[in-house]
C-alpha cells in the first residue's frame, strides 16, 4: 500500500512541487496545511505515514509544529523542509524529533531519499 504523506509550506507553489515529486513516485497525499496550526489539525485527521514539514511559517513554525505533534504521537515521522542558512533551526528540529532535513529549492532524488529513509 502507498504511503500517504501530509505535505505543510505556507506557499501553495513549494507544496505543489512537493506534490508533483511524491505522486510521480507513488506516494498518496493525505492532505496539505499552509501553517503549522492547520498541520497539527489535518495530521490528527488524516494520521499520515510522513510530514514533510517547512520551518518557516505563519501562525505557528514548523518547529513548534513539530514539537506538538511528536508529543500527541511519538512515532510520527516528520522531514523539516528550509531555505538554506538556518543551522541552529535544522538542529533544533532534529532535536525535537524530525527524521531528516531538506533543503530548499528541492532537488526531487533527494527528497525521494529523504522519504524512503524515513517511511521505506
Same mark, same amino acid.
Given at each position: #500500500? =502507498? ?5 505543510? $509550506? ?11 515529486? %511524491? @505522486? ?9 496545511? +499552509?501553517?503549522? %496550526?492547520?498541520a497539527i +489539525? ?6 499520515? $505515514? %510522513?510530514? !514533510? !514539514? $517547512?520551518?518557516t511559517m505563519? +501562525? #505557528? ?9 511528536? =508529543?500527541?504521537?511519538?512515532? =510520527?515521522? @516528520? ?17 525535537? *524529533? ?9 532537488? =526531487?532524488?533527494?527528497? %525521494?531519499e529523504a522519504?524512503?529513509?524515513? @517511511? *521505506?
Amino acid at each position: #500500500m =502507498a504511503k500517504s504523506i501530509l505535505i505543510c $509550506d505556507d506557499a501553495a507553489f513549494m507544496r505543489m512541487m512537493i506534490k508533483d515529486i %511524491l @505522486v510521480k513516485n507513488g506516494y498518496n497525499i493525505a492532505g496539505e496545511a +499552509e501553517n503549522g %496550526l492547520k498541520a497539527i +489539525e489535518k495530521y490528527n485527521e488524516t494520521k499520515p $505515514d %510522513l510530514v !514533510m !514539514m $517547512d520551518i518557516t511559517m505563519p +501562525e #505557528m513554525d514548523g518547529i513548534q509544529a513539530l514539537k506538538k505533534i511528536k =508529543a500527541h504521537d511519538p512515532s =510520527a515521522n @516528520v522531514i523539516m523542509c528550509s531555505a538554506m542558512g538556518q543551522q541552529a533551526m535544522v538542529i533544533e528540529s532534529i532535536q525535537s *524529533g524530525a527524521k531528516d532535513f531538506i533543503v530548499k529549492p528541492f532537488q =526531487a532524488d533527494r527528497v %525521494l531519499e529523504a522519504v524512503k529513509k524515513a @517511511v *521505506g
